[in-house]
């Protein structure tokens, strides 16, 4: 199956900084990723979907100047934590999508973010 | 609105048969996906039905009714490993996943 890599796996940083994860498709070309997060026990919350070459759309109540996403490549997506707080610690996974209109996502292993 | 419901937890007994159901109302509808989740990873697929009927594939079988807006994800043999969150999501008429809580699995010796 399709191979969705993210790096790094864990990531503990000071509050204030900025932290940037990247999500790479392997061995397809993903015309779209998504970028979810997920609280312990809760369940996947999309924060935005990105698809090649234009802007992400983010989801409501989701801050677009504070989680910014570039997807520049066809293989490459990243997603930066501006100026974390320690509200902002979570699991962030991202996908990818073959099509606009694919059905299925492959996941990335997904980042684990600590903000101290 | 667009919603998922699928029960929080199930129990089941190792080498049992355990059936998880999943309701949906989308705006639109592209089919329906079974995600395994193992604490701390990133969901695996398991199954996707877009046509009325069962889909098999091996032990996991998913089944879809669209008149009546339902889903189950049937586990066979149910073994430790199996032990896991089974999320639902249903693809809206933009192509879009509306991800259910997720049903954590317990399997028992």
């Known amino acids: 199956g399709a191979v969705v890599s993210q790096h790094p796996s864990w990531v503990i940083c000071k509050s204030g900084t900025s932290v940037k994860i990247e999500c790479r498709s392997l061995d397809f070309q993903a015309t779209t990723m998504f970028w979810y997060r997920q609280f312990p026990k809760q369940s996947l919350m999309l924060m935005a979907t990105?698809?090649?070459?234009?802007?992400?759309?983010?989801e409501q109540g989701v801050e677009k100047d504070k989680f910014l996403i570039n997807h520049a490549s066809l293989t490459l997506s990243t997603l930066t934590v501006t100026s974390a707080h320690p509200e902002d610690s979570s699991f962030y996974i991202c996908?990818?999508?073959?099509?606009?209109?694919?059905?299925?996502?492959?996941f990335g292993p997904g980042t684990r973010l600590t903000v101290l | 609105g667009q919603n998922i419901d699928q029960p929080t937890e199930m129990t089941a007994t190792e080498g049992a048969i355990v059936q998880i159901n999943c309701t949906y109302q989308?705006?639109?509808?592209?089919?329906l996906f079974w995600y395994q989740q193992h604490a701390g990873e990133a969901p695996t697929f398991l199954s996707y039905n877009v046509l009325d009927g069962l889909e098999e594939k091996g032990r996991f079988s998913s089944f879809l009714s669209r008149s009546k807006g339902y889903s189950y994800l049937l586990l066979k043999e149910l073994q430790m490993k199996d032990s896991a969150s089974y999320l639902c999501?249903?693809?809206?008429?933009?192509?879009?996943?509306?991800w259910g809580a997720g049903t954590k699995l317990i399997i028992k010796p």
């Open positions: 999501a249903a693809m809206d008429s933009n192509y879009q996943l509306i």
């Open positions: 996908s990818a999508r073959a099509g606009r209109e694919a059905g299925e996502q492959f």
């Open positions: 989308t705006s639109g509808f592209n089919g």
């Open positions: 990105s698809n090649e070459g234009s802007k992400a759309t983010y």
